[in-house]
């Protein structure tokens, strides 16, 4: 799986921040993490020189770097990094590195600034091109929560991607009792899909309600036979009992119908062996309806992935499936 098909951990939806740094005259560091793809605005200009859309330092007169510190809005291994530098052509950086750290949630911003042993070389020092998604793959066993930008020595980036597994502190999470074992911040994956060519398969799992339409999953219209489906891992195995299938904002391209199957599937096994069983039978969908099952819901026993079966085609903002997790410490 390429690294890019993974959660942006870094990102403003899942509660990820640009905590500080030392330097954003000409272009807030909060830039670095918002949700859309950069902009350029020919013409706009701010007191401070050229408006870019992104995190830009001035222009560096001594030795040394500029850094930018990020608070990971889901804590996890990281796979890759794109480090966006579009627009920035005469003023990117050299070079950039990243730093991790896996620190308590209420470690300061101090601590982060001035302990130099919380942190860990995730990307050495690397060569980066203007204009460009710049993308590195990274393989580390270390879970993170913070990171720490560098860019040498000076210069502007339009946006920090960071892609990788969602790891939970399942210590703090159980204690809570029943929860949404797909839901992203509990290591929830979306694996694979038939199609989302309206609308990605991520969104499925995301937190809240869904903003509008295009923050759901929405396939094409299908013109054949068969139906459009999802497979999704658990963020660990668990007895599911409840579930919500909510098609809020799909008015006239909601599913017909729906069902869900779950299996039981061993570390080393492929998705396409599992041997499914009936979790929610096919069932009725309204538009722009959340949908509560309970009685419906089949009793498996624990279970490590689901497969969502929508009939034939269509939307779905968010799905749901609440149970006890089944995890040893």
Same mark, same amino acid.
């Given at each position: 799986? =390429?690294?890019?098909?993974?959660?942006?951990?870094?990102?403003?939806?899942?509660?990820?921040?640009?905590?500080?740094?030392?330097?954003?005259?000409?272009?807030?560091?909060?830039?670095?993490?918002?949700? !859309?793809?950069?902009?350029?605005?020919?013409?706009?200009?701010?007191?401070?020189?050229?408006?870019?859309?992104?995190?830009?330092?001035?222009?560096?007169?001594?030795?040394?770097?500029?850094?930018?510190?990020?608070?990971?809005?889901?804590?996890?291994?990281?796979?890759?990094?794109?480090?966006?530098?579009?627009?920035?052509?005469?003023?990117?950086?050299?070079?950039?590195?990243?730093?991790?750290?896996?620190?308590?949630?209420?470690?300061?911003?101090?601590?982060?600034?001035?302990?130099?042993?919380?942190?860990?070389?995730?990307?050495?020092?690397?060569?980066?091109?203007?204009?460009?998604? !710049?993308?590195?793959?990274?393989?580390?066993?270390?879970?993170?929560?913070?990171?720490?930008?560098?860019?040498?020595?000076?210069?502007?980036?339009?946006?920090?991607?960071?892609?990788?597994?969602?790891?939970?502190?399942?210590?703090?999470?159980?204690?809570?009792?029943?929860?949404?074992?797909?839901?992203?911040?509990?290591?929830?994956?979306?694996?694979?899909?038939?199609?989302?060519?309206?609308?990605?398969?991520?969104?499925?799992?995301?937190?809240?309600?869904?903003?509008?339409?295009?923050?759901?999953?929405?396939?094409?219209?299908?013109?054949?036979?068969?139906?459009?489906?999802?497979?999704?891992?658990?963020?660990?195995?668990?007895?599911?009992?409840?579930?919500?299938?909510?098609?809020?904002?799909?008015?006239?391209?909601?599913? =017909?119908?729906?069902?869900?199957?779950?299996?039981?599937?061993?570390?080393?096994?492929?998705?396409?062996?599992?041997?499914?069983?009936?979790?929610?039978?096919?069932?009725?969908?309204?538009?722009?309806?959340?949908?509560?099952?309970?009685?419906?819901?089949?009793?498996?026993?624990?279970?490590?992935?689901?497969?969502?079966?929508?009939?034939?085609?269509?939307?779905?903002?968010?799905?749901?499936?609440?149970?006890?997790?089944?995890?040893?410490?």
């Amino acid at each position: 799986m =390429e690294f890019t098909e993974l959660i942006d951990l870094a990102s403003e939806r899942l509660g990820g921040s640009v905590l500080s740094a030392n330097d954003d005259f000409f272009a807030s560091k909060d830039n670095l993490i918002k949700a !859309n793809s950069p902009v350029f605005v020919e013409g706009k200009y701010t007191d401070r020189g050229k408006w870019m859309d992104g995190w830009e330092s001035r222009r560096r007169r001594t030795p040394g770097y500029d850094w930018c510190l990020i608070r990971l809005g889901l804590p996890g291994l990281i796979r890759g990094v794109i480090v966006d530098t579009s627009f920035f052509r005469g003023n990117y950086p050299e070079q950039c590195s990243i730093d991790c750290a896996s620190v308590e949630p209420l470690t300061t911003v101090d601590d982060l600034v001035n302990a130099e042993d919380l942190w860990a070389e995730l990307l050495p020092r690397s060569d980066l091109l203007g204009d460009f998604q !710049n993308s590195f793959a990274i393989q580390t066993h270390e879970r993170a929560t913070h990171l720490r930008l560098k860019i040498y020595p000076d210069g502007g980036v339009a946006r920090l991607r960071v892609f990788g597994e969602v790891i939970p502190d399942w210590k703090r999470i159980i204690a809570h009792g029943q929860l949404d074992l797909a839901a992203v911040e509990h290591g929830g994956r979306v694996l694979s899909c038939s199609d989302m060519f309206f609308g990605n398969r991520h969104n499925l799992i995301m937190p809240g309600r869904a903003l509008d339409m295009s923050d759901g999953w929405e396939t094409k219209r299908r013109r054949g036979p068969g139906h459009d489906w999802v497979i999704i891992k658990l963020g660990c195995p668990g007895q599911i009992d409840r579930v919500e299938v909510d098609t809020s904002w799909f008015k006239g391209n909601f599913p =017909e119908s729906c069902s869900l199957e779950a299996a039981n599937i061993g570390v080393s096994q492929e998705t396409d062996t599992a041997q499914w069983q009936p979790l929610l039978a096919r069932t009725q969908l309204q538009a722009h309806t959340r949908h509560l099952f309970e009685r419906e819901i089949e009793e498996l026993g624990p279970v490590s992935h689901v497969r969502f079966n929508i009939f034939p085609d269509g939307g779905v903002s968010r799905l749901r499936l609440y149970g006890r997790p089944f995890i040893a410490f």
